[in-house]
Each structure stands twice: as structure tokens, then as C-alpha cells.
């Protein structure tokens, strides 16, 4: 008896957690077309097809949902580092350019979200590079570092990566993908993404390594 009780509390735990991902999924869509202040739990618990007491039984509101949604991208980016760059990291020039997808492509879905949360920090007061108070979200920032720093210094010791500390090409690295990005929004770039991403990759793999980046022939 006890192993039946046991599956079915596993299936149940299953599909708490994907009620939890559409609501999740609903929660980002809608802020991200409406903006957080125009956005009501009315709103997300229509678009996820659930009842509102539902949303509760699962957030506290709002202002933990936003923090969730939030959470959650920054959990995915540095599982995606950990899973797909660390393990290739003696390519150092491959890693960096799976490291670069996987920016570009992290903030082409997500850039609205994370626009409106900026913007919203903006208009309460808060000013970038402020302390995150969430635990949960520094031990988060904390793993990206961690993971990134690593793999910089990995790609330092093998002579590919210029003679800086990690952390300076961590910085480097954010710095020329945030611009670039910024700068193909101000000037409406209207290029496909694979030639956007493409060109990303060139400017860091200049500013990272010291030499510019030269196609394989074919």
C-alpha cells in the first residue's frame, strides 16, 4: 500500500508544478504586453485559465509573481551555463560562442519582461546595481557568477582569453552584449536575429580573446 500512495503523491506533485509553470508562462505574457502596474491577478488567472483562488493557492499576490517570474529566468540562465557551456569549456572559443547564444537568445524572449521589470524598479525608486534583498535571488546571481567566472578563467589559463581577472570579463562580456542589444533596439534593426547574434558574437569575441573572430572556410 505505502508505494501506490507514493506514486500518486509524486503524480500529484507534478502537476502542481506544471499549474504552476502556465501560471508562470501567463504571469510574464501579461506583464510583458501591459506592463506590472496595469496588470491584475484578474488578468493572469484569464489568461492561464484558472479560477483566481487558484493563483493564490500558489503566489501571494503580484508583487510574488513578478519575483517568481523573475526567479525563474535567472534559475534557467544558469542552468543553461552549467549544462551547455561549463562541460565544453576546453573549446574555449566554442563555449564562448554557446555562451553568447544563449544570452542573445535569453534576453530576445525575455527582453520585454525584463524591460518593464527595469523600468518598474525605475519609477519605485530603486537604481541599478542596488543589493538584491531576495535571498533567493542573490543565490542565483551568486551561481551565475560562479559559473561564468569559471569559465573565463578556464579560458584564461588556456591562452585563449586576454590575461584579465574573470570578473573584468564577466563585465566586458554583459557590457558589450547589453550595449549591442540596446543599440539594435534604438536603431530599429530590423536584420535577421541569426545575423544579429552572429555579429554579437564577433564584437565579443574580439574583446574577450584580443583578435578578431575569422569564419571557418568552407
Known sequence: MPEPEKTKLSRRE???????QEILDAAEAMFSSKGIAEVTIEDVAKKADFAVGSIYNFFGGKED???QVMLRLATWRVDEIESSVLPIQD???DALKMLTHLWFSHHTKHGAFLRVVFH?????????????ENP????QMKRYETAICKFFESGVKAGVFQKLDPQHLMLMFEGICRSFLFASRWTHDTRPKQELEDELFAAVHAAITGHLFERPRL
Request: proline residues 10%.
Open 136 to 139: 533567493d535571488m542573490r543565490l
Open 91 to 93: 573549446k574555449p572559443v
Open 14 to 20: 507534478r502537476e502542481r508544478e506544471q499549474h504552476r
Open 120 to 132: 518598474s524598479n525605475l519609477l519605485s525608486g530603486k537604481r541599478p546595481g542596488e543589493p538584491c
Open 65 to 67: 509573481l513578478v519575483h
